[in-house]
């Protein structure tokens, strides 16, 4: 369901009204009670200090004194209403958006990471404002109404030039606001952009320092650092400006209002109390109405990043639902594929078949991978792709992802043990077919040099462990698994060659020569070690088939083969 910005911000205030009701009604008592504080200071100067009855300023000061408990009282609950409702809102946000980022289904969208990360933090804090706004601005304009009553009691054009200039200003004022929200909205942007490319240099740091790219991903980032920088500066002189105008108008408005009413008392039109009220009521009024004023930017910046919002919670999902049909086999086929570099690719292979995939070029190699993954959906490629002779789009997308597995060469960890990172696919694995698969994958080590075994705490994408040790408890949480189809891709780049036979030995055993089902295993490498063990290599160049045989077969007769495998 499609929603907006504007439907995100309508949203919040529905699903807050309890808290906001409460909250707006004790804000607005407050100004209420605000208002009446120079009315009641005025009525002791006339009623009491003039006449210099005793009686009766006592009874005002005990009245202006419960006056100022019912103002404290109602803005200190009101706000935490308010506030609980706005951090509440702004949590509710950011796990709507978490929530869509890692839907299983994926989600259609050019953000990248570190562009999600700032929109389902900084822009749901934002959105959330309204919470905040909207309660300020039923206070402010309570406050003006109730000061604009005052003063028509006290002397009818005191009360209509107020009556009249707030809407006036408040109308002029307005008109700045789509500016706001348009630099709002690039600045959002670009501190998003800045924020990615940041997420991607950390993550990438070691590989660029490996050939020498770092200095220049520095300079790009600083680049775009400083495209933020010049947004947000441009954004907040905007802002700024503003604010500077708005607060300058309504204290204009106010000094004016206290001049003529100065004026009125010399003519003898209003008392000495009367006065005091009207100055009081002025200065008091500079507050409520510089709300008033300043709310059109905060809107608009809620405004802008609810729009954000809503380019994440409005994108469609990448993956169609299926029609829910039950995969059954392990046979994988490609029928007239084009992805990427493929061309009208064709692959079949058998229930049962440990076959072995050489790309000549590397991209050939990362778009099956990708294809394989079941991301891919089915708009972006020609051709079909079936599983058990159904269509993995029309799969049902749980059961797709336990029927085909795809491990890249570069799968990520997470923090935890060893054995939480290891069975996250398959919890309920026993302690057996844990072991099987540590020995299968070489990973046997790293549970063994730690004291705590496989209790052995890994940090954030398995930071805390050697390139190889991370591939290898990788690969082994793709072995416990046990998918009928599993795809691994340059699973043993970042091991030894001794590790390497030990592994293609590993897979082999256990999948195919141990295992009483019929597994499918798809090894997409140019390792000799591992296209050793299989049973057929498909040999790809220009995004098709043109080779196929044994690892043997294809070593002895053709020569690009060898030159692409043996080293």
């Known amino acids: 369901m499609k929603t907006g910005g504007t439907a995100i911000l309508l949203r919040t205030l529905v699903r807050n009204r309890v808290r906001l009701g409460i909250g707006t009604v004790l804000v607005c008592l407050h100004q209420v009670a605000e208002t009446l504080v120079p009315i009641s200071i005025g009525v002791i100067v006339d009623r009491a200090v003039a006449t210099g009855d005793v009686f009766a300023l006592a009874v005002w000061l005990c009245a202006l004194a419960l006056l100022f408990l019912v103002l404290t009282a109602a803005w200190r609950f009101g706000a935490r209403f308010i506030v609980v409702a706005m951090q509440n809102e702004a949590h509710q946000l950011r796990m709507e958006v978490a929530h869509r980022i890692l839907d299983p289904r994926g989600v259609r969208t050019d953000l ?23 309660p300020r601005a039923a206070a ?13 009691l006290i002397d009818v054009p005191l009360g209509l030039a107020v009556l009249i200039g707030t809407p006036v200003i408040l109308g002029l004022l307005q008109l700045a ?3 706001i929200t348009r630099r709002a909205t690039d600045q959002q942007a670009a501190v998003a952009r800045a924020s990615a490319m940041a997420t991607d240099l950390v993550s990438g740091l070691r590989p660029l320092r490996g050939i020498g790219a770092d200095v220049s991903a520095s300079r790009r980032y600083r680049t775009a650092s400083r495209e933020a920088l010049g947004a947000t500066l441009h ?36 008392t000495i109390g009367e006065l005091i009220t009207v100055v009081g009521l002025s200065q008091f009024f500079i507050e409520p109405l510089g709300v008033l004023a300043g709310l059109p930017g905060f809107l608009a910046l809620a405004r802008a990043s609810a729009d954000r919002l809503a380019l994440v919670l409005d994108a469609e999902p990448l993956l169609p639902a299926g029609s829910g049909r039950t995969l059954d086999g392990s046979e994988l086929s490609l029928t007239g594929v084009s992805y990427r570099s493929l061309s009208a690719l064709d692959l079949r292979v058998t229930p049962g078949e440990l076959l072995g995939v050489v790309a000549y070029r590397p991209q050939d190699a990362e778009a099956l991978a990708a294809l394989l993954s079941g991301q891919v959906p089915p708009d972006r490629y020609d051709g079909e792709l079936t599983v ?27 923090s935890g043990t060893v054995a939480s990172n290891v069975t996250a696919g398959r ?46 408890v990788a690969l082994a949480r793709a072995l416990v698994a046990q998918s009928p189809v599993m795809v691994l891709h340059d699973p043993t780049t970042a091991v030894d060659a001794v590790t390497e036979h030990t592994i293609a030995g590993g897979i082999a055993d256990l999948r195919h020569r141990g295992s009483a089902d019929r597994q499918t295993t798809i090894l997409i490498t140019s390792s000799p070690a591992l296209l050793s063990v299989t049973d057929r290599v498909v040999v790809l160049d220009d995004g098709t088939v043109v080779g196929e045989g044994t690892h043997s077969q294809l070593a002895t007769e053709n020569a690009n083969y060898r030159q692409a495998v043996l080293r």
């Open 388 to 414: 058990g002779g159904v269509r993995l789009s029309d799969a049902d997308l749980a059961q797709a992802r336990r029927a085909l597995l795809v491990e890249p060469h570069n799968g990520d960890l997470f």
């Open 112 to 134: 990248r990471a570190g562009e999600l990360l700032s929109v389902s933090t900084s822009d749901a804090d934002r959105a959330a404002w309204i919470a905040d706004i909207t």
């Open 235 to 270: 954004t907040a002189k905007s802002s700024a400006v503003f604010a500077g105008v708005s607060m300058t108008v309504s204290a204009l408005l106010a000094v004016g209002v206290a001049g003529v009413a100065g004026w009125f008392a010399l003519e003898g039109r209003i």
């Open 140 to 152: 402010a304009l309570t406050a003006a109404i109730g000061s604009a009553v005052a003063l028509l």
């Open 427 to 472: 919890p309920g694995a026993t302690a057996s077919d844990v072991q099987a698969a540590l020995s299968a994958s070489a990973a046997v080590d790293v549970v063994e040099i730690h004291p705590e075994g496989l209790e052995h705490e890994v940090a954030d994408r398995g930071s805390s462990l050697s390139g190889g040790q991370r591939q290898r």
């Open 177 to 179: 606001a789509p500016l």
